[in-house]
C-alpha cells in the first residue's frame, strides 16, 4: 500500500506541484491568482502531457488476437521521456510584473507601485524547470511593493521557483497496472486495464481503461479457419481514464479549509498494428492515433495574511487554479514478444513528441 501511495503522489506532483506546495507555492498564489495561474499552467502543462501519452501507449503486442474464450492478464510497467525543450518554459519577468501590479490595482488598496525581477536582479526572460526538468542553481523571483509617491519599500517577498523531478534524478513518468485481454470470436478481443483503488487519509485514486481490437487478417483464413500468412493485421480503439486525488491538510499550505488537489486524465488510442506470426520470437508495429487531456484542480479556501503576501490585507480565495492540458498527436510503436507456452514477454517503444518504453510480463488461458 505505501509504494502505491507513493506513486500516487509522483503523480500528483507532475501535475499539481505538490511536490513545493510549502517552498513558494503558497506565495506566487498570495500574489495573485492571475500570475500563479499563470505559472502553474505553463509548469505542469509538460508532466500532463507526458502522462496522457503514457496512459494512451502499451495497449497491445500482436497483430493477432485471442481465440473465444482464451484469457490473457499482464503486469504492465511504462516509462514516457520527454525532449529536453519541455523539460523548462520561459519565464518573463516583466511579464508577471503587469499581471501582479492589475491585481493589486484591483483590491482598491493605496496606491503602489510593483516590481518583479529574478534573484540576481535581472528582468531578462529566461529558461526556469518545467515539472519535468531541474533548476541548477535555484532559481527564485523576487516581488517589491514600493509606495507610489515616495518610493519607500513596503514589502519584499523572495519566491524559490519550484523544481521539477528532475531534481531529484527521475528523468521518466512513470505507470504501472493489470492488463486483461479476452477473446470475443468474430476476429474481437476485449481489454481492459486497471490500478485497485487505493483510498488512505490524503490519497484517493483509480485508472481504468478499456480497448477492443479487430483482427483484419480473420477475413484470409482457409478453409480449417487457420491463418496461414505471414503476418497479422488489426485495428484498435483504446481508452484510459485516471482519476487522482491529495487532501492537504488544512492550513498546511496556508490558512484554510478543505484543501485538496485533484487531478483527472482521459488518453485515447486508435491504432492500426501489424505482427508476424512465429511459434516463439515475433515482431510487431503499430501507428498510433493519441489524444486526450488533463485537468488539475486547486479547490478548497486559501487565506493570505499581511505578513506572508504582497499586498497589505487580508483574502481569501475559493477553488483558484483549474490547469488544463490537451494534446494529440501521431505515435510510431515498435516491439517484440517472446512466447514460451502460456508465458509470455514482451517490450516495445513509441517514438513520438513522448517517447514511451513499455514492457510486460503475461499468462495466457
Known amino acids: 500500500m505505501k509504494l502505491n501511495k507513493n506513486i500516487v503522489i509522483i503523480v500528483l506532483c507532475c501535475l499539481g506541484c505538490l511536490s513545493q506546495a510549502q517552498n513558494g507555492f503558497s506565495d506566487i498564489l498570495a500574489a495573485g491568482v492571475e500570475a500563479a495561474d499563470k505559472y502553474a499552467n505553463s509548469y505542469t502543462a509538460p508532466a500532463a502531457e507526458a502522462f496522457t501519452y ?54 482598491g488598496n493605496p496606491s503602489a507601485n510593483i516590481s518583479v525581477t529574478f534573484g540576481d536582479g535581472s528582468t531578462t526572460p529566461r529558461l526556469v524547470a518545467s515539472a519535468l526538468g531541474e533548476n541548477n542553481p535555484d532559481e527564485s523571483l523576487i516581488i517589491r511593493s514600493r509606495e507610489s509617491n515616495t518610493n519607500l519599500l513596503l514589502q519584499e517577498d523572495i519566491i524559490t521557483l519550484a523544481q521539477g523531478i528532475g531534481s531529484t534524478g527521475l528523468d521518466v513518468v512513470p505507470s504501472a497496472f493489470f492488463q486483461v485481454g479476452v477473446g470475443l ?20 485514486t483509480g485508472l481504468y481503461g478499456v480497448g477492443l481490437q479487430w483482427e483484419l487478417t480473420q477475413f484470409f483464413t482457409n478453409e480449417d479457419g487457420v491463418n496461414n500468412l505471414p503476418v497479422s493485421v488489426s485495428v484498435l480503439g483504446a481508452f484510459t481514464r485516471l482519476d487522482a486525488s491529495y487532501d492537504f491538510e488544512d492550513g498546511a499550505v496556508v490558512e484554510g479549509s478543505d484543501q485538496l488537489l485533484e487531478t483527472k486524465t482521459n488518453a485515447y488510442n486508435f491504432a492500426a498494428i501489424a505482427s508476424t506470426n512465429f511459434k516463439v520470437l515475433n515482431f510487431y508495429g503499430g501507428l498510433n492515433y493519441v489524444s486526450g487531456n488533463s485537468t488539475t484542480d486547486l479547490k478548497g479556501t486559501y487565506t493570505f495574511r499581511s505578513n506572508t503576501v504582497i499586498f497589505p490585507v487580508s483574502s481569501t480565495v475559493e477553488d483558484p487554479l483549474s490547469l488544463k492540458s490537451d494534446v494529440s498527436g501521431v505515435l510510431g510503436t515498435l516491439g517484440a514478444k517472446l512466447t514460451l507456452g502460456a508465458f509470455n514477454i514482451n517490450a516495445d517503444y513509441s517514438f513520438g513528441e513522448y517517447d514511451t518504453a513499455s514492457a510486460s510480463i503475461f499468462f495466457r488461458i
Open 185 to 204: 470470436g468474430a476476429g474481437l478481443e476485449v481489454k481492459a486495464r486497471f490500478i485497485p483503488k487505493i483510498e488512505t487519509d490524503e490519497v484517493e
Open 54 to 107: 503514457n496512459l494512451a501507449s502499451g495497449w497491445y503486442e500482436s497483430g493477432k488476437v485471442l481465440q473465444p474464450g482464451k484469457f490473457k492478464l499482464q503486469i504492465k510497467a511504462q516509462g514516457t521521456f520527454a525532449p529536453d525543450e519541455k523539460k523548462s518554459f520561459v519565464l518573463d519577468p516583466l511579464e508577471y510584473e503587469r499581471i501582479i501590479q492589475d491585481s493589486y490595482n484591483n483590491t
